[in-house]
């Protein structure tokens, strides 16, 4: 599931590009039989598996696996054609063996299938643009660290959310 956005403005055919690109990245997930979520800015996008952000990041048509999430060392790398070449046994060693980095979600405590998967306003015609936290089943939104989970919570007075 690809849930980006875009950063910066980019021209019509950068955009087709990297769309083209973040298909063939889905897909790839989607042939390992991995469910993951890929999060973020449509250049440089996310991929989260469960409560990780896993250790790799795509360039150009390049999806590159690292032993660590912060500027690790490539350790193995796939070319993201529309026919995906690969070795299953690296990446399962690249799963297993690198630092991923974990993530963190805001949900309500009473109704725990429930997480802030958003922000909206309250009178988009209005001067007065202040936010606020949406709620939703699907789409969770994706914090990277805790205490900026903890921020948003006491920032929109959100005592009945706890982060997990």
């Known amino acids: 599931m690809e849930r980006t956005t ?19 990245l889905a897909k790839f997930w989607e042939e390992l039989g991995l469910d993951v979520e890929i999060v973020g800015d449509m250049e440089t996008p996310a991929v989260v598996k469960d409560s990780y952000c896993l250790a790799c990041y795509v360039h150009n048509f390049y999806l590159i696996f690292t032993d660590t999430y912060d500027r690790g060392n490539e350790v193995y790398r796939v070319k993201l054609h529309s026919v995906f070449e690969y070795d299953t046994d690296k990446i399962i060693e690249w799963l297993k063996n690198s630092t991923h980095r974990k993530i963190y979600r805001i949900r309500m405590k009473e109704h725990p299938k429930l997480y802030v998967s958003g922000y909206s306003m ?16 699907y789409s969770a939104k ?23």
Do not use: H, W
Not at 16 to 24: A, E, G, I, S
Not at 122 to 137: A, E, L
């Open 6 to 24: 875009m950063k910066r403005k980019l021209s019509k055919e950068l955009i087709q590009t990297v769309q083209k690109r973040n298909y063939r």
């Open 122 to 137: 309250k009178d988009k015609k209005s001067t007065d643009k202040q936010k606020y936290p949406v709620f939703g089943k």
């Open 142 to 164: 994706v914090f990277f660290t805790d205490q900026y989970a903890k921020d948003i919570i006491d920032i929109y007075q959100l005592e009945y959310c706890e982060v997990v």
